[in-house]
Nanobody
């Protein structure tokens, strides 16, 4: 069964770090690309970072140098390592995966709140 599920959200102090996890079923190899998006109430969902099957990761300008995508083939996981968090990073974060056939799958979202 095709499924995408993320976890790892929570409260973080400004300047802190958080790692979000996305588990991909049945296998990470089922997907052509995996991306992380985020959404703030009243705003459009925006791309944070994208990891293609081959090639380099892509990062939004707002997170370059602070966020890193990590792929774990053995665990069928893609992680979003977030460092140097800022208040403006507060959002619901979604994992998105697209198959070679073009079908897209979304996780349920995980809230990240950066606040002192």
């Amino acid at each position: 069964q095709v499924e995408v599920a993320e976890s790892g959200g929570g409260f973080v102090l400004p300047g802190g770090s958080r790692r979000l996890s996305c588990v991909l079923s049945p296998s990470i190899f089922s997907y052509d690309r995996v991306g992380w998006y985020r959404q703030v109430p009243g705003q459009q969902r925006e791309l944070v970072a994208e990891l293609p099957r081959t090639g380099s990761s892509i990062y939004a300008d707002a997170v370059k140098g602070r966020f890193t995508l990590v792929r774990d083939y053995a665990k069928n996981m893609v992680y979003l390592q977030m460092d140097g968090l800022k208040a403006e990073d507060t959002a619901v974060y979604y994992c998105n995966a697209r198959t070679v056939g073009g079908n897209e799958y979304w996780g349920q979202g995980t809230q990240v709140t950066v606040s002192s």
